[in-house]
């Protein structure tokens, strides 16, 4: 992450500038352009992405991790759209009256593993209004999940514990916060195959959501 901080006013103008305050489900490509492409964006495609970290800086000298995992399903088209015109404003705006002045967000979007081509999008720890903004609208809403009895939401939970390192946890024993915005339950299994296939590691190793869970809590507030 670098070294800038949220502004609010420059993030209003900027808004209006680049169309967020009229997005819409309708025009959504407008705003989040990998859905006119059809594709993850290459820097947050799962494959090759070991680690995102969190880290101190001049700036932010005792950074708080916060995870926003968005599910990007065909039933959650509206969740983009209110964070980008002015629901991502306000979370940082609570965060920071809430007393967590050095707070840093990454944005992982999910999906189905089961019926998805990019089941996990992963972006970068942040601070500043321009590069939140530039992460989330990189982020591709792929609109798909299917009739079976969840989503992935496990995808999130085992980056966490597995692929994130934070000043927070290393230097003060402190936890980050993991928020899910979904609307399904969780799918349960998660094969040796699908984490290969979506980590592009063949040495990867599947999991239940109940262990993942147990084990993404040591470090996270889920």
Known sequence: MGGTSYNYASRSTRATSLGYTTASVHNIEKVFVQK??????????????????????DVHPNTFP?????????SMHDIPVMLIKDGLPKIVSQIIQGGVKDVALLFIAIGDHEVDNYPLQIGQFESGDE?????LTRTFPEGGGGANEGESYGLIHNFAANNIVTDAWEKRGQKGVLIMIGDEPSLDHYPDAVMKEITGNLQAKGFTQDEILEKVREKWNV
């Open 131 to 135: 590069e939140l903004d530039l992460w």
């Open 36 to 57: 006119a492409k059809g594709m993850a964006h290459e820097s947050m495609k799962s494959q090759g992405i070991t680690i995102r970290e969190a880290r101190d800086s």
């Open 66 to 74: 916060v995870i926003i995992g968005l599910d990007m399903t065909g």
